[in-house]
């Protein structure tokens, strides 16, 4: 299973972005889908899940309140709209794929390649 994360980028203090994650196939490691940051020089930090079956989310909080997140089953695609974002959500974010929803990073099997938001002040 291959995840490739797009939709990063420059933005503003305030601004909005979204994330796109695009999975190459469906297979039973898939069940979930969750979004991870890593902010330079820090550990990786659990943002958001969404299992692909019903569709049900599970939100860390650490932007809680700003962000939703989805998924598109016919494009293999799940999203992650961050509203209102500051300076402090600046990092590589990364999407995964593993068996259950859950916040912990080593639970999840796959990885895309992450893509870099930098939020200015």
């Known amino acids: 299973v291959q995840l490739q994360a797009s939709g990063g980028g420059l933005v503003q203090a305030g601004g909005s972005l979204r994330l796109s994650c695009a999975a190459s196939?469906?297979?039973?490691?898939?069940?979930?889908i969750a979004w991870f940051r890593q902010p330079s020089g820090k550990e990786r930090e659990f943002v958001a899940g969404?299992?692909?079956?019903?569709?049900?989310?599970y939100t860390g909080d650490l932007m809680k309140g700003r962000i939703t997140i989805s998924r598109d089953n016919a494009k293999n695609t799940v999203y992650l709209q961050m509203n209102n974002v500051g300076p402090e959500d600046t990092a590589v974010y990364f999407c995964?794929?593993?068996?259950?929803?859950?916040?912990?990073?080593?639970?999840?099997?796959?990885w895309g390649q992450g893509t870099q938001v930098t939020v200015s002040s």
């Open positions: 969404i299992t692909w079956s019903t569709g049900s989310t």
């Open positions: 995964a794929a593993g068996r259950a929803r859950t916040s912990r990073a080593e639970d999840y099997e796959y």
């Open positions: 196939e469906r297979t039973s490691p898939r069940s979930a």
